[in-house]
């Protein structure tokens, strides 16, 4: 059972709705983005996503472009990712990480060199967007056989022929992205999101976390009232980018947290 697993089945125990945040490593600079991850449980957060920066982040929208940007101009590499994933875990040993991000870096590291370093530093899940289920041999299954949870996006246009085989090697959870787009962008609807969760429920046992387009603690409850949580990103990296002070950034975070924990 990996850190992921443990985690939502304590929530599940517990009748409690799962709350993921996603920040960029490196934004705007090494240090803060390890404060603010640091504050991260304490904020409520149950798994934390951190993005890793690349040149070229297709599926993300203008916040989360600039954030890496940012990340990528103050030297911020997939080494300086995992290394964030190492200071974290001398004081926090249970919290899950998600490396979410693209496959060129880890491609360009190499697959098992990449893998026996996540491993080492305490990565528990991997999203990596531009991989397909046809690709599963390059990371997916190498990945899992090394106890990293290999975590698949479904979207509004994976249709009843395509969702089995994005849920095929999947594990950890599924992330449904709410909205036809890229990130930060529309608001998500939780009555547009419900049948859509329903349906993907209705094929796998594993717990449905939906992302995009939640950015207020009102939305975060909406949604995660019908799925097993929410997942917050832009409205966070926005809170970084505008140069909050990490107890600042945390007491927003938390404000979401509550909203998903209230479902």
């Keep these: ?3 992921i697993d443990a985690k939502f089945a304590a929530l599940k125990e517990q009748n409690k709705k799962g709350f993921v945040a996603y920040i960029m490593g490196g934004d705007p600079d090494y240090d803060k983005s390890l404060a603010v991850m640091k504050a991260l449980p304490a904020a409520g957060v149950d798994v934390i996503e951190l993005g890793v920066p690349f040149t070229d982040p297709m599926a993300d929208g203008p ?3 600039l954030a890496g940007q940012r990340a990528l101009a103050g030297g911020m590499t997939l080494e300086k990712t995992l290394q ?3 200071d974290f875990r001398t004081e926090d040993a249970t919290t899950p990480i998600v490396l979410m991000g693209y496959y060129n870096p880890i491609y360009n590291r190499g697959v098992d060199k990449f893998l026996d370093d996540a491993v080492e530093a305490g990565i528990d899940g991997l999203i990596i967007v531009d991989l397909p ?3 599963d041999e390059e990371l997916c299954i190498p990945a899992q056989a090394k106890g990293i949870n290999f975590i698949r996006l479904a979207t509004p246009t994976t249709d009843d022929k395509r969702l089995p085989k994005v849920l095929q090697n999947t594990s950890g959870f599924v992330y449904y992205v709410s909205i036809t787009g890229i990130t930060g962008a529309a608001e998500a609807n939780a009555a547009t999101v419900a049948p859509e969760v329903a349906r993907i429920k209705s094929q796998t046992d594993l717990p449905i976390i939906v ?3 939640v950015k207020s603690p009102e939305t ?5 009232g019908i ?3 929410t997942v917050v990103g832009s409205a966070i990296v926005n809170q970084i980018a505008e140069g909050k002070s990490v107890e600042d950034i945390a007491a927003f975070v938390k404000s979401l947290a509550d909203g998903a924990h209230a479902a």
């Design 227 to 229: 799925a097993d949580g």
């Design 220 to 224: 975060a409850k909406s949604i995660a």
């Design 84 to 86: 964030m994933a190492r």
């Design 133 to 135: 289920p046809e690709e």
């Design 63 to 65: 916040t989360i472009q």
């Design 1 to 3: 059972m990996t850190r």
């Design 211 to 213: 992302g995009f387009g």
